[in-house]
């Protein structure tokens, strides 16, 4: 008994305590946001939370409730062994559920749009609509083993494992990867969407303060991916222009033999700057063929439409000759990209390879 009573007070005056300090240490990221989408993901969470908790705290009362009432010795009139049926009881059990789940489907099928990554934002947050004459920041991503290349084709500059941004600006990724399913999670900024080999996904969201947090790859890669994570920086306009203007004067070239230098397996890759990017490059790494002599899949698809075509359509089924066409509709040939590039180039509906569907953007988002 002796023993029993210290350990309870050993419990009671230093174990909880520390566990209690330990914990107020925790940042739950999710649910302390900094961008517009993250804190409308983080909104959806909790009222999702709330009309849960509309079943689950009366089912908690009512065990405790009639675990009370009809214990053993208490009561005993108040047992009918003949109770089969009632209508109130009925009422109940079936009509809050079916009103949840009529809710939780009503939220889903708005917040499914709202959210949608490849949907363009049409404000910079609560209250503040965005202006007619904006204009988005594009950075094009591509998850590495184990590393994240983030290029800013505007600006003509690349990082590795560092991303800034500057507050209240739209933003627009355009993520791919080199040989892996992989997944860009930022949880203060937008959640996470995925990044596939030979495939473009889509995520537009808007940072909202200022200050440094944290992004990691969101699926497990191979022994490197747990160091896969990279530093975000929040700063005001005049802060990214010098910022970008840093990067700029320091840091060598990305050139495409730099590049497939750099594709190499690699773990705990620091913070890497490069001052100037070859044209081209990102829609080369979606279509495959950043080495040389290889061929774009944006021209192997362009020859297969048009041998399909002049064959009449006999060496591919329909609805597949069909989605062909629809993905190849405006591929340009890779070797245009060596001709400088416009603004028009940074349209990325246009890169030349298959765009990832929405509807896994929307699977990976909250």
Not at 205 to 219: F, H, I
Not at 349 to 365: K, L, S, V, Y
Request: proline share 7%.
């Amino acid at each position: 008994m002796r023993q029993k009573t210290f350990t309870n007070r050993y419990f009671r005056w230093f174990v909880a305590p520390l566990a209690l300090a330990l914990l107020s240490g925790c940042n739950m990221v999710v649910m302390n946001p900094t961008g517009d989408i993250a804190l409308q993901e983080r909104n959806l969470i909790l009222v999702a939370l709330g009309m849960m908790l509309i079943v689950v705290i009366p089912v908690l009362t009512l065990i405790v409730v009639f675990a009370l009432r009809y214990r053993k010795g208490r009561a005993p009139g108040r047992y009918d062994p003949n109770f089969t049926h009632s209508t109130k009881i009925e009422l109940v059990v079936w009509s809050i559920p079916l009103l949840i789940i009529a809710s939780l489907g009503v939220v889903t099928w708005i917040t499914s749009h709202t959210l949608d990554p490849f949907r363009p934002l049409d404000r910079v947050s609560a209250g503040k609509p965005l202006a007619r004459d904006h204009k988005s920041l594009d950075i094009q991503v591509v998850a590495m083993d184990w590393k994240w290349l983030f290029i800013y084709p505007e600006q003509g500059i690349a990082t590795v494992n560092e991303l800034a941004l500057p507050v209240d600006v739209p933003v627009r990724f355009s993520i791919t990867s080199t040989s892996q399913f992989n997944t860009l999670s930022i949880p203060t900024l937008a959640g996470m969407i995925y990044a596939m080999p030979g495939m473009k996904s889509m995520l537009h969201a808007v940072l909202n303060e200022p200050g440094d947090s944290w992004g990691y790859s969101g699926n497990y890669t191979g022994r490197g991916y747990s160091d896969m994570r990279f530093q975000m920086h929040g700063l005001d306009q005049a802060g990214f222009d010098q910022w970008a203007a840093g990067v700029k004067a320091a840091g060598e070239a990305l050139s495409r033999d730099r590049y497939v230098a750099l594709d190499q397996p690699s773990e705990k890759v620091p913070v890497m700057h490069f001052s100037a990017v070859d044209k081209g490059l990102f829609d080369r790494v979606v279509n495959r063929c950043v080495v040389a002599g290889t061929e774009c899949i944006a021209d192997i698809m362009r020859k297969d439409r048009a041998l399909d075509s002049d064959n009449g359509g006999m060496f591919a089924p329909p609805a597949m000759n069909h989605a062909s066409m629809t993905m190849s509709e405006s591929m340009p040939s890779m070797a245009e990209n060596a001709a400088p590039e416009t603004p028009a180039a940074h349209d990325h509906t246009n890169t030349g390879a298959p765009t990832a569907p929405e509807q896994q953007g929307n699977h990976a988002r909250p």
